[in-house]
């Protein structure tokens, strides 16, 4: 299982970006794919998370209304649509991969490399 995320960069604070997460080397929908973060110093927090199998979705508390997790399962891909965007949301975003039956923990298999998202003031 492979995971590649893209799409982070430098953004004003108020503003947008889109995160993209590439998966092979799997059944997609038969699969979870969450969003994570981790700030410098702080432990890494599970942002959103959607199942392709059944399209169900899940938000932490601090990104809910802002951020939107899709998929496209014809192109194994997945989104993550970051609006209204803090200097807090600062932080390396991380896509990564699990079953479906596990739903309902943070707890995931397969991880991308990161991808640097930087909200300024």
């Known amino acids: 299982v492979q995971l590649v995320e893209s799409g982070g960069g430098l953004v004003q604070a108020g503003g947008s970006l889109r995160l993209s997460c590439a998966a092979s080397g799997l059944t997609f929908d038969t699969y979870v794919i969450g969003w994570f973060r981790q700030a410098p110093g702080k432990e890494r927090e599970g942002v959103a998370c959607?199942?392709?199998?059944?399209?169900?979705?899940y938000y932490a508390d601090s990104v809910k209304g802002r951020f939107a997790v899709s998929t496209n399962n014809a192109k194994n891909m997945v989104y993550l649509q970051m609006n209204s965007l803090r200097p807090e949301d600062t932080a390396v975003y991380y896509c990564?991969?699990?079953?479906?039956?596990?739903?309902?923990?943070?707890?995931?298999?397969?991880w991308g490399q990161g991808t640097q998202v930087t909200v300024s003031s």
């Open positions: 959607i199942s392709n199998y059944d399209d169900r979705t």
């Open positions: 990564a991969g699990k079953l479906s039956g596990d739903w309902g923990t943070w707890e995931f298999d397969y």
